[in-house]
Structures are given as structure tokens and as C-alpha cells.
């Protein structure tokens, strides 16, 4: 039985719900018959009183939630998450993506939400927008329709190109710095404005000068994949300190198709346009190798092989390492070959929405 039932005690739970049985099966001449379905109700106390029981909010809390050791600068659960780049790119664990809602300031007066994206296994992400006026972009991660919510708060943090002086920052195509050069012996805690003086910010990719008199950070959209050199100079007085970063800009993204897996066989599947630096990521029902890339070539193949067919496979690209900021995601498909007596059966085991792509 495939059971999605929204948690008793929120306000959903007493709204209409839908309960399908889905009966897998590929031999012929075989029929399944349902003689009754019943639904029950499990009572326990709810001593916060907030109409959840609390069985219910420790079973969710232990199978969804926030990661908070994927953000720029460390942080605990409770502190207000920092990040250098925007849209910042949050996830966690749950097993019920298109139960999650991710509700978030988007101005100073508008409120915004979004459903969050699948990610490999029991995992789903977001990329979050963050506010550019210095403050921090609250936000709230609903989970099972509201049963867990999690509160958080990102502050999108100025760059300071004197801290990271030769360093290399790598970011998505359409991703977003607030830039700044400021002496970090004269710069205020939070790096929005120092005491006195001013900076210019040289930006190869636009060939443009940026003077920011008020040593306020300067925000700049990345609208082009490649390689790109910041530089500023902090100016106080006759003095002057000088730094330089390099942006590396990705645009990744998979083909339109979604490849079949086989269960219990290896296939390859190349495909183009994925930089070499991209990292893949599954989810522990695939098995997957990314075969070296051919010199000068921009075909990428990767070999996959399906261990289990639970419907929910999906393959994720992200820049580098587990936690940095993803780029694209597709669903896989996978395909059972059975042989019963005298004829061959082949199950498709398809999506009910096909191939979901963000």
C-alpha cells in the first residue's frame, strides 16, 4: 500500500484525503482483490498544545529538517545563517517534498513562498533569495503540511575582497554578490560600511568602475557563465590597499530526456553542455560512476545501474562537494526485466508527473 496521509491534529488533517493502493506486478493471469480498507487514529498527549501530538512532531522532526552546516560561515541551529551568495541555496531531509512549503520574506513588505525542489534520496533543497539591504531574509520550512515548521533567518554578508584577496569563488549563472573593499581594520562588525575613506570595484565582465563613497557594498548579478577577475582598491586618505578575486561562473544543466535505468544492469549515458567540474549525486537506489572525460570533448558519460525500483529516483548535479549550491536536477527512470515460463515481461516504471526538472 502507497499511503500519503497528512498528520492528524494540524488544521489540514481534517480536510478531504485521497488514499490510492498501487499493486506492482508482471506476471500474467495474476489479479488482486481488495476486501476492506481501514483507517485508523492513534491518540498521545500534545503538552505544547498546539494541536500536533507529540508523537507526531518527534517522528517528523527525525526525518525532516534544515541543514545548517551548508551555509558560508558556520553557524549553529539557532544563530542567523550567513551567506555570501544570493539566491542562497538551503536544504534538508524529508521524505514528502510536495508536502514542504518554504515561506519567505522577498521585500521588505511582500511575503513569498515556494515548493521546494527534490533532491537525491529523502533529501529536498531551495534556493532562497535574500534581501540586499543589509538585514537578515527570515524564512519558515513547513513540513507534512505545517505538522513541523522550522524557522530560520539568512543574512546575505558583504564580500569583502581585501579578506579574500587571490581566492577563487565559484557561483552559479544568475547568481548574485554584494561586493565590497574595505580595510577590514577599519570595517563596522557586519562589513556594511567602514569608518571613513571609500572603495572602487573594477569588474572585468562589464569593464565598469563602481565608487561606493558611503562604503556600502555594491550588489552585482552574474549573468554569463565563465571566468571573471574583481578588483578594488579601499582609499582613505593617501593611503590605498588593493585586492583582486576571481568569480568562476557555472551553467550546468541536463538534457530534456530522462535516461531508463535498468535494475540490476549497467547502461552509460552521456550527454553535453556539464563543465567539468560539476560533482553528481544520487540517491541510494542508483549506483553511479562518472567516466573520465575525453580531452577537448564536451561529452560527459556517466554509467548508472538501478539496485531498487521505488519511483523516487532522481540525479542531481551541485559545484563541487556535497553542500555547495546545486544546479540542475533530473528524475530517472527505471525498468525491471522479468522472465516468466514461455514470455518476457518488461515493467516501465513510470512517474505520475514525468520528468521534473528545475
Not at 478531504?16 to 493502493?21: A, C, N, P
Not at 545548517?68 to 544563530?79: A, L, R
Request: net charge negative; charged share 25%; with cysteine.
Amino acid at each position: 500500500m502507497h499511503r500519503r496521509a497528512r498528520p492528524e491534529g494540524s488544521d489540514s488533517a481534517r480536510a478531504e484525503h485521497t488514499v490510492r493502493l498501487y499493486w506492482e506486478n508482471v506476471y500474467s493471469r495474476l489479479a488482486v482483490k481488495i476486501q476492506s480498507l481501514e483507517l485508523q487514529s492513534l491518540g498521545g498527549p500534545d503538552n505544547n498544545g498546539n494541536g500536533t501530538k507529540d508523537w507526531i512532531e518527534t517522528a517528523i522532526a527525525a526525518m525532516a529538517g534544515v541543514d545548517t552546516s551548508t551555509f558560508d560561515i558556520p553557524c549553529s541551529e539557532f544563530d542567523i545563517q550567513q551567506y555570501y551568495v544570493s539566491s542562497a541555496c538551503i536544504e534538508g531531509d524529508t521524505r514528502y517534498v510536495e508536502f514542504m512549503d518554504l515561506a519567505f520574506q522577498s521585500s521588505i513588505s511582500n511575503l513569498s513562498s515556494q515548493i521546494p525542489r527534490r533532491g537525491a534520496g529523502a533529501r529536498w533543497y531551495a534556493n532562497l533569495p535574500l534581501l540586499d539591504a543589509g538585514d537578515a531574509t527570515p524564512a519558515n520550512a513547513s513540513f507534512q503540511n505545517g505538522a513541523l515548521e522550522v524557522p530560520m533567518s539568512v543574512k546575505w554578508m558583504p564580500y569583502n575582497l581585501i579578506d579574500h584577496d587571490g581566492e577563487t569563488i565559484t557561483i552559479r549563472k544568475g547568481d548574485a554578490l554584494r561586493l565590497t573593499c574595505i580595510d577590514p581594520a577599519r570595517a563596522f562588525e557586519d562589513l556594511e560600511h567602514a569608518r571613513g575613506g571609500q572603495f572602487e570595484i573594477a569588474l572585468d565582465i562589464t569593464g565598469n568602475t563602481y565608487s561606493s563613497p558611503n562604503t556600502r557594498p555594491i550588489t552585482v548579478a552574474f549573468t554569463n557563465a565563465g571566468s571573471f577577475t574583481v578588483s578594488g582598491d579601499y582609499i582613505k586618505g593617501n593611503n590605498t590597499l588593493s585586492a583582486s578575486v576571481n568569480v568562476v561562473v557555472i551553467d550546468a544543466s541536463f538534457p530534456e530526456a530522462s535516461p531508463a535505468c535498468l535494475v540490476g544492469k549497467e547502461r552509460t549515458w552521456s550527454f553535453e553542455g556539464m563543465p567539468s567540474s560539476i560533482a553528481y549525486e544520487v540517491d541510494d537506489t542508483v549506483d553511479l560512476e562518472v567516466l573520465p572525460q575525453t580531452p577537448d570533448s564536451s561529452l560527459q558519460t556517466v554509467a548508472l545501474c538501478a539496485n531498487d525500483t521505488n519511483g523516487e529516483d532522481y540525479l542531481l548535479t551541485f559545484l563541487a562537494r556535497r553542500g555547495e549550491p546545486h544546479n540542475d536536477y533530473l528524475e530517472l527512470g527505471s525498468v525491471r526485466v522479468s522472465f516468466d515460463k514461455q514470455m518476457l515481461d518488461v515493467e516501465f516504471i513510470e512517474k505520475e508527473k514525468g520528468s521534473e526538472r528545475g
